[in-house]
T-cell receptor, first 114, second 119 residues
Framework: GQQLNQSPQSMFIQEGEDVSMNCTSS?????WLWYKQDPGEGPVLLIA?????ELTSNGRLTAQFGTTRKDSFLNISASIPSDVGIYFC??????????????FGGGTRVLVKP | GAVVSQHPSWVICKSGTSVKIECRSL??????MFWYRQFPKQSLMLMAT?????????EQGVEKDKFLINHASLTLSTLTVTSAHPEDSSFYIC????????FGTGELFFGEGSRLTVL
């Protein structure tokens, strides 16, 4: 089915660094959501975006809804060890036939530099 | 954020038995819930859409007789894995959709997930 292209697939961080990841799609979305998943747990909603161009922050997290409605990015500033995990973007298509289903990106695995 | 509770968080069963997983939205009513399956190091794979008061809609390739879904109330959906086999072992996650004003705008809140191991 429909897939979002999320990149990078994985990244190593050092404490204090800024982290950035993004998602792109060939389809237009009405909503972009960003989630974080820790091992053995369900994803937790971090930020929700509903308007093209919208820039929203949640603590050290900042996400933007692209003006074309086909992309979004998530930034984490001054990373800390607990930022490790898998981050997923998700979008809700702007067509009624899609119902309320969300399409998920493949995930970005954030790891700590050894 | 809203709270979605999933139970049990893990279950081990013998091959051939059936297992039921419950998903509850604790602080909002969800007309739509979703069931996902997740394999190690992969993204979430949508199995089915559960609509309150009607039959679930299954994604292509998901056996509806194998994975029975019931959405009896606005706060509860259940997934029953019937006659489970080792290949059904996986991490199953439910989610509840909270719609906002306007078409195509809403938030999806996930349960904690249920790890099923079939021996």
């Amino acid at each position: 089915g429909q897939q979002l292209n999320q990149s990078p697939q994985s990244m190593f961080i050092q404490e204090g660094e800024d982290v950035s990841m993004n998602c792109t799609s060939s389809s237009i979305f009405n909503t972009w959501l960003w989630y974080k998943q820790d091992p053995g747990e369900g994803p937790v909603l971090l930020i929700a975006l509903y308007k093209a161009g919208e820039l929203t922050s949640n603590g050290r997290l900042t996400a933007q809804f692209g003006t074309t409605r086909k992309d979004s990015f998530l930034n984490i500033s001054a990373s800390i060890p607990s930022d490790v995990g898998i981050y997923f973007c998700a979008g809700q298509l702007a067509i009624k036939a899609a119902g309320n289903k969300l399409t998920f990106g493949g995930g970005t695995r954030v790891l700590v530099k050894p | 954020g809203a709270v979605v509770s999933q139970h049990p968080s893990w279950v081990i069963c013998k091959s051939g038995t059936s297992v039921k997983i419950e998903c509850r939205s604790l602080d909002f009513q969800a007309t739509t819930m979703f069931w996902y399956r997740q394999f190690p190091k992969q993204s979430l794979m949508l199995m089915a859409t559960s609509n309150e008061g009607s039959k679930a809609t299954y994604e292509q390739g998901v056996e509806k007789d194998k994975f029975l879904i019931n959405h009896a109330s606005l706060t509860l959906s259940t997934l029953t894995v019937t006659s489970a086999h080792p290949e059904d072992s996986s991490f199953y996650i439910c989610s509840a959709y909270r719609g906002l004003a306007g078409f195509g705008t809403g938030e999806l809140f996930f349960g904690e997930g249920s790890r099923l191991t079939v021996l």
